[in-house]
Every structure is written in structure tokens, then in C-alpha cells.
């Protein structure tokens, strides 16, 4: 890649990170969660803060288009390096889109903040998240010229059958993997933080092992749903995995940053949750998605099965 194809692709990125940023304005309108999610703009406590919206404003929109600027140039990478096109790309951007950011996000809602938001506000973030992707996917594969076929061959994707051994035992590593990343980073990054015990109204009880065993006493039914949140976070990103051409090191890195990636939205205010706590909870999940994400990238782009075991699984098919 030479530096004018280098600068046209940082324009096609910023280009995208802007449209971004619009298609979310159009998706937080339509869907209401705008005014359900940030209160009565005519309260007292905002109209003593009058004079200071125009600089948080201004911050604000300037973090807004930082992260979208970050998540346009994943996206792009994938759109890029994928061997599909059109209308089967555009779903598989969609897929990922919806899926990662809104789909896995919100169940996390759905466990941990249901009395902490206004009534509404989850099937409303749902809402916001389908239309925003649904606005931005098509746009995105048709302005990186991905909506015709490209002229040059494709090679053959062996990613798109593996044995059913090999799916299971992959999917159990991956689960297995999900839950100990998860309750991990969650207590020696997180839950160390003691905004973060506070927001939540818990308590240390001083080690790892005696976290777990208090989970598993008061909700033991959290191991399975985050399991059961592991299979989402691969089936959103299945087709990505099929349709990107990389060696496996390739795609282990784009899924972890695909995992990762929506994360770096705690970077910017919300007013779901303290300052402090929204930082806790952004090192703890980019971090943790990201080894994630190279993980399943690496397992499920490529067969790991013994010799025999792919001769006879091709003899099948046949």
C-alpha cells in the first residue's frame, strides 16, 4: 500500500467515522433513548448548569468521535480483508455490529442495572443498537467499494466446515475460557476498585476463591449465563471469521480487537455510572475481550484436529 492509497483509506475511515456519529444521532432520536436515558433537560439541577452544557457538549462530541473514529477503523479492516461482498457482507458487518455492541452489552444491563435506569430504557438501547447498525453496515461496505464482487479468484475457505469433535470441544475451551477471563479481570481489575463495590453495593471478601464461592452461593446460575454469553460472542463473529482471508495469527488479532473494540465507549461520559467506575470497568473489558477474541480467532479459524479425524470427516461429506 503506498502513501496516497494510505491517506484515501484514513479519509474513506474518518469519512465513516462521521457517518457514524450522524447514524447514531438518527438511531438515539427515533428510538427515544436520548430523552429517557439523560432526564428532563427543564430540572433545576440542569438549568443551575446551564452555563457549562456548551464546553461538556464540545467534550463530549469530540470523545464520541474519537471512539467512533477507533470502531469505523476496525470495522473497515474487516470489510477490507474479507472475502465477501455485498448484501452477505453487509449482514455479516450488521451481525457483528448489533450482536457485539448492543446484543452482549445489554444482557449485562438486563443482570446488573435493571433498578438503576429510567423504565424503558433497555428495549430502547435495544432499539438504538439495531437501528444504528442497520444505518451504518450498508454505507460502510458501500463506500470501501465491497458491494460488487471483486474480479480477482478466490482461494477456497476452509474455515467453513469443521469436524463436530472438533466444533465441540472448541466451544467448550471457548466457554470455559469466557467464564475464568470474565470473573478474573472482573475481581482482581474491577472489583479492586472501591467505587466500583460501592456502585455496586458489594464488599472484598479478600480473595479470588472466596469471591467465587460467594457468587456461587448467591447466584450460581451467573456461571452458566456467561457461558451461555460466550456462544453469543461467537456467533456474532462466525461470519467474520469465515469470510476474512488472513492467516489464523490475522484473524485471531481482528477478533480481539472486534471484541475489544466496543469497550473504549466507557471512555466516554455516561450517566449510567460514575466516572470512576466506567474506567474500572473499561481497562477490565478491553482487556479481558481481548485475549477473548484472539482466543476464538485463532481456535475457529482453522482445523486443529488430528489427520485421521479431518480424512474421515472429508470422506463423509463426500
Not at 137 to 147: D, F, H, N, T
Not at 169 to 174: C, D, N, S
Not at 202 to 221: E, K, L, R, V, Y
Not at 283 to 307: D, K, M, P, Y
Amino acid at each position: 500500500m503506498n502513501a496516497k492509497q494510505i491517506v484515501t483509506l484514513g479519509l474513506k475511515v474518518t469519512v465513516l467515522a462521521i457517518i457514524m456519529v450522524l447514524c447514531l444521532m438518527v438511531a438515539t432520536t427515533v428510538s427515544g433513548v436520548s430523552a429517557s436515558a439523560f432526564g428532563d433537560a427543564d430540572g433545576p439541577a440542569e438549568q443551575a448548569n446551564a452555563e457549562a452544557l456548551p464546553a461538556e457538549a464540545g467534550a463530549s462530541f469530540l470523545s464520541l468521535l474519537g471512539v467512533s473514529l477507533v470502531e469505523a477503523a476496525v470495522l473497515a479492516a474487516i470489510i477490507l480483508r474479507s472475502r465477501g461482498w455485498g448484501w452477505k457482507l453487509v449482514g455479516a458487518i450488521f451481525l457483528a455490529f448489533y450482536g457485539l455492541n448492543t446484543v452482549v452489552a445489554q444482557i449485562e444491563s438486563l443482570i446488573f442495572l435493571p433498578g438503576r435506569l429510567p423504565p424503558g430504557t433497555i428495549p430502547q438501547l435495544f432499539a438504538m443498537g439495531a437501528i444504528l447498525a442497520g444505518l451504518f453496515s450498508p454505507l460502510a461496505v458501500l463506500i470501501l467499494g465491497k458491494m460488487r464482487r471483486e474480479p480477482t479468484p478466490q482461494a477456497p475457505n476452509v474455515r467453513q466446515s469443521l469436524p463436530p469433535g472438533e466444533w465441540a470441544w472448541k466451544l467448550a475451551v471457548i466457554a470455559v475460557a469466557y467464564v475464568t477471563l470474565y470473573f478474573a479481570f472482573g475481581y482482581f481489575v474491577a472489583w479492586k476498585v472501591p467505587e466500583v463495590r460501592a456502585f455496586y453495593g458489594g464488599t472484598d471478601p479478600g480473595s479470588f476463591f472466596a469471591q467465587m464461592a460467594w457468587i456461587a452461593s448467591t447466584t450460581p446460575w451467573l456461571f452458566l449465563v456467561q457461558a451461555l454469553r460466550a456462544m453469543l460472542w461467537v456467533g456474532f463473529s462466525l461470519p467474520v471469521i469465515h469470510m476474512h482471508k488472513g492467516r489464523p495469527w490475522e484473524i485471531a488479532v481482528t477478533v480481539g480487537l472486534l471484541f475489544a473494540v466496543w469497550m473504549i465507549q466507557l471512555a466516554w461520559p455516561n450517566p449510567f455510572m460514575p466516572e470512576a467506575v466506567a474506567r474500572a470497568h473499561l481497562v477490565e473489558t478491553v482487556s479481558s475481550n481481548l485475549i477473548f477474541g484472539c482466543l476464538v480467532g485463532w481456535l475457529l479459524s482453522q482445523r486443529h484436529a488430528s489427520a485421521r479425524a479431518r480424512i474421515e470427516y472429508a470422506e463423509g461429506l463426500s
